[in-house]
């Protein structure tokens, strides 16, 4: 319901401002095609937002965004059920499913430890995690999460967590890019691939 004295273009243009990606200048571009062209482009979109926000919800298994529960990740039964990966939020999900680089299933933590964000482990989905794993028969875990302090530090600490169940923890190589230059590496990065080489 627009609210009185609010103009209905500007405040689309706002709307679709708070998008990643999508700068002001963007956002005015886009609108302006959308309002040209309101039944092939405006209306089906404004319909999809409300069906999508109406149908899709966390799985409760996974924590992955679908408008199935389970999810159809993991629901489907010719994954690797015995192989979880770890990440930090449902856009790495989409990413490695993208890539078609994972074929078990995945656990969402809902981001990363942080001292400076204020985010405790009791806030991020890491007691499921475990319970998941001491459960289901779970023969590897791998930690794909960022290769930030924050995301090293959850690492380490879901890793602690996961040890008494005796379950196998890995983490995706990390280093030279294919096409990168060793000269233009940051010293982490650098040091991270000596590190995982094979």
Not at 71 to 78: E, S
Not at 92 to 101: F, G, I, Q, T
Request: net charge positive; proline share 7%; with cysteine.
């Amino acid at each position: 319901m627009l609210k009185p004295n609010r103009d209905p273009v500007e405040h689309l243009i706002g709307l679709l401002s708070r998008l990643p990606g999508m700068g002001r200048r963007s956002a005015r571009r886009a609108a302006l095609r959308m309002l040209t062209e309101p039944g092939k482009l405006l209306i089906p979109l404004a319909d999809a937002l409300k069906d999508a926000a109406e149908a899709v919800k966390p799985c409760t298994r996974c924590g992955n965004l679908d408008a199935r529960d389970p999810c159809r990740i993991c629901a489907d039964t010719d994954r690797q059920r015995d192989l979880v990966c770890v990440v930090e939020g449902v856009a790495d999900v989409w990413a490695l499913e993208r890539a078609h680089a994972h074929h078990g299933l995945y656990h969402v933590l809902g981001g990363t430890l942080s001292a400076m964000g204020g985010t405790r482990p009791e806030d991020l989905a890491i007691a499921p995690l475990v319970s998941r794993v001491a459960e289901h028969g779970i023969r590897e875990v791998i930690l794909a999460l960022p290769a930030t302090v924050d995301g090293a530090s959850t690492a380490h600490y879901v890793a602690d967590r996961l040890r008494p169940t005796g379950v196998t923890v890995t983490r995706p190589a990390q280093g030279v890019p294919i096409g990168g230059t060793l000269d233009a590496l940051d010293d982490g990065t650098l040091a991270a691939a000596l590190k995982a080489r094979r």
